[in-house]
Structures are given as structure tokens and as C-alpha cells.
Nanobody
């Protein structure tokens, strides 16, 4: 059974930074692409970034200058570094495969204050 556990969110002022983590279990992590999504109140899940098994990265266009996705295969973990956070980045952040194959984890809440 695949489990996705996100962590690292919190309350931060606009302009601040956070590093989120996603620990994955139950699949061959080193062979898997993993993505970050976010869900703002009242909205659908929105794709943020993906990283392939070969570490090729992809970013949502409006965020690509402010976020960096990375992975640590030894720890079965994917990270999302977010800089220059904006109030509109406030959301619950989730990880999953890019195709959203698995049940969503608990997510990690990011709140950006002005």
C-alpha cells in the first residue's frame, strides 16, 4: 500500500521561505516520478512541480522562478523548496505521482500572511 506523508508547512510572512518534504513508501521510489500539488480553500488540486526518476524537473509556469523540487532516493523523500512566498500560495500542499494514482496523504498546510 502506497503511503504519502507530507511535512514542513507552517505560517510564514510574505517573502519568506519554506521547505516541504514528502516521504513515500510502498512503491519503487527510485523508479517513480513524484509531483507536488496544492489545494487552496474551495479549489481543486493544482499541480505545482514534478520530478522524474532521472531527476528531470517540471514546474508550473507561474511558480517556476520561486520553487525547486528535489529528491533523495536514499530517504524515499521528495522536497519542495519555496522562496518569496506570496499570500496566494496559502494552501494545503500534497504529493502524489503526476497522474495522481494514489490516495492523497494528509497534506501539509502553508499559510502566508501579508
Amino acid at each position: 500500500q502506497v503511503q504519502l506523508v507530507e511535512a514542513g508547512g507552517g505560517l510564514v510572512q510574505a517573502g519568506g521561505s519554506l521547505r516541504l518534504s514528502c516521504r513515500v513508501s510502498g512503491l519503487t521510489f527510485s523508479a517513480s516520478a513524484i509531483a507536488w500539488f496544492r489545494q487552496a480553500p474551495g479549489k481543486e488540486h493544482e499541480w505545482v512541480a514534478s520530478i522524474g526518476w532521472n531527476e528531470q524537473t517540471f514546474y508550473e509556469n507561474s511558480m517556476k522562478d520561486r520553487v525547486t523540487i528535489s529528491r533523495d532516493n536514499a530517504e524515499n523523500t521528495v522536497y519542495l523548496r519555496m522562496n518569496n512566498l506570496k499570500v496566494e500560495d496559502t494552501a494545503v500542499y500534497y504529493c502524489n505521482t503526476p497522474a495522481r494514482e494514489f490516495t492523497w496523504g494528509p497534506g501539509t498546510r502553508v499559510t502566508v500572511s501579508s
